[in-house]
């Protein structure tokens, strides 16, 4: 079971969120290799993503359709929480711009299962606050 610190936990849920908003894919990939484990995999309604190519191509998709047009910005709740190997944190989209900017426009509370290492295994979202209907 991985040993951490408030830093650590910090520094864990800050590269997870940055992840979502990295625009280089060079970056992400390697993000992603640095914050999974090879066999590591993404829980989200009713989805898997298993393995690194997979993720990458889930944050992709996720960061062309939802932060790549500036629209929302990856934020966190800065509130990290532990038990044994599991992390949990709140992700979230703020809009940017217009009447809302600033105000959350979906969030999902996130469970980390980690490995001796401190990589992600298992990552389980699950949304709290759904995307306003278009």
Do not use: C
């Not at 040993?3 to 590269?15: G, P």
């Not at 992400?28 to 066999?39: F, G, H, M, N, S």
């Not at 426009?105 to 306003?132: C, E, K, M, N, S």
């Amino acid at each position: 079971m991985p040993q951490t610190t408030d830093t650590d936990l910090d520094q864990i849920a800050q590269r997870y969120i940055a992840v979502w908003s990295e625009p280089q894919a060079a970056a992400r990939k390697r993000a992603v290799a640095e914050l999974w484990a090879p066999d590591g995999v993404e829980f989200v309604e009713g989805a898997q993503f298993r393995g690194p190519d997979s993720l990458v191509d889930r944050i992709s998709e996720a960061y062309g359709l939802f932060v790549a047009s500036g629209e929302y910005h990856v934020t966190g709740d800065n509130h990290v929480t532990v038990h044994d190997d599991v992390r949990m944190l709140t992700i979230q989209l703020t809009y940017t711009k217009g009447p809302q900017a600033g105000e959350v426009a979906w969030a999902a509370r996130v469970f980390l299962v980690l490995d001796d290492d401190g990589r992600i295994l298992q990552d389980y979202h699950l949304t709290v606050q759904p995307l306003p209907e278009a």
